[in-house]
């Protein structure tokens, strides 16, 4: 009998405990200060909604700009005197997982997280703009956000997309065909100044034309391939064309190519003349204030400012091709795209490919 009533008195004391924490901190915002003022305490009770709202609600931008991610509330009917929220942004990133904190402003306070530490504020350019500023974009800061406004008891937000503009392509080291594990291909990427590709970005690869036969790793641990013309060699004629997949295979075990997306960087891609082996071609663009250029340097060149040059040059990763925008004879197949004459030996004279930051 004692121990009963002793439990019950404990559960009674927990409730007490929980409905105690619940009302005097609801997300953080102090019941206090709505409590403590009667004016506001009687708006509230009246039926005062609080309204979030974003528009547009996707956002493109490219690497390096600065981006601004809407987002607007407002109360309904509106307030005579202004009361202080707290605004709350979150996000989900392209590749998945978890909805990580970025930024969390009250009143004089804010504080950002992770990578968006100091590249963050809100724009306040209107009561009630909370827009997200991101400054300095880089390519692992698309995905899904969240603009949450918690205002005393109410809690609304919204959703807003960033998305990178950029180019997705295959990509396959040196050593050939079907030699990357997952965490290999995550770094082949890296190497070329891009990431590894995600599926929806793949998909609309495959939509502007691309077309390639070797499978390659995705962000999301999935294997597949885009085929926009069906050939007998590539999984038969007598399939439709479409992102075929190989669902999701082992990461330590399995081997594959790897599709990259790259994101356009300020600088220009340009090209010296041969003959310059493959050590002398890096040497030559250092002494041209420049660096030799990476894959996904050549692919953004490519693909947003029109490089397009009918000679083959170095690449860092010690591959031979050349961009075309505008194909006609001699310059390989009748679309556009960056040809590949792959890893000749590094004695072989060519010209060169450099990137230049300015
Ligand atoms: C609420 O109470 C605190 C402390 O009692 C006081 O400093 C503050 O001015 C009050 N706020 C309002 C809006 O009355
Ligand atoms: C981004 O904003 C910062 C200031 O917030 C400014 O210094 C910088 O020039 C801007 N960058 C671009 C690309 O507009």
């Given amino acids: ?36 003022s009667s004016a506001n305490r009687d708006i509230h009770l009246s039926g005062v909604r609080l309204r ?36 709350k942004w979150s996000w989900v990133p392209v590749s998945g997982g978890r909805e990580l904190d970025v930024l969390v402003v009250s009143g004089r306070q804010r504080r950002s997280f992770g990578d968006f530490r100091d590249r963050v504020h809100l724009q306040r350019e209107l009561p009630g703009d909370v827009s997200l500023v991101i400054t300095d974009v880089g390519m692992n ?19 807003v997309e960033l998305g990178l ?7 396959q080291p040196h050593c050939g065909r079907y030699h990357l594990t997952f965490v290999e291909a995550q770094q082949a990427c890296e190497d070329q100044d891009a990431v590894i590709a995600t599926s929806d970005q793949l998909y609309a690869a495959w939509q502007e034309g691309l077309n390639c036969c070797n499978a390659g790793w995705l962000a999301d641990g999935t294997v ?14 007598g399939v439709a064309p479409g992102v075929r997949s190989y669902g999701a295979r082992h990461r330590q075990r399995q ?7 790259t994101s356009p960087l300020r600088g220009r891609v340009y090209f010296l003349q041969p003959p310059l082996s493959f050590s002398r071609a890096g040497q030559a663009c250092a002494e041209d204030g420049a660096q030799i250029a990476k894959v996904g340097q050549l692919f953004a060149a490519w693909r947003f400012q029109d490089l397009d040059r009918c000679e083959a040059g170095w690449l860092a990763d010690g591959s031979l ?21 792959g890893f000749p030996p590094a004695h072989h004279e060519h010209g060169v490919y450099c990137f230049g930051s300015r």
């Fill in 255 to 261: 081997r594959f190519d790897v599709f990259c997306f």
């Fill in 1 to 36: 009998m004692m121990e009963k009533v002793q439990v019950l008195l404990l559960s009674i004391i927990q409730l007490l405990y929980w409905s105690h924490t619940v009302a005097s901190s609801s997300s953080g915002f102090f019941y206090q200060d709505i409590m403590n």
């Fill in 224 to 237: 597949q391939y885009p085929i926009t013309k069906p050939r007998h060699q590539c999984g038969g004629t």
């Fill in 165 to 171: 503009r950029g180019v997705v392509f295959p990509y």
């Fill in 52 to 87: 979030v709202q974003a528009q547009p609600c996707s956002v493109f931008t490219v690497r390096g700009a600065n981006a601004t991610l809407p987002c607007h509330f407002w109360h309904e009917p509106p307030l005579t005197s202004p009361r202080s929220v707290r605004v």
């Fill in 141 to 159: 800061d698309g995905g899904r956000y969240r603009c949450q406004v918690i205002d005393g008891l109410e809690d609304e937000s919204v959703a």
């Fill in 321 to 341: 091709r050349y961009p075309i925008a505008h194909p006609r004879p001699h310059c390989g197949p009748r679309e556009p795209g960056v040809r590949s004459f």
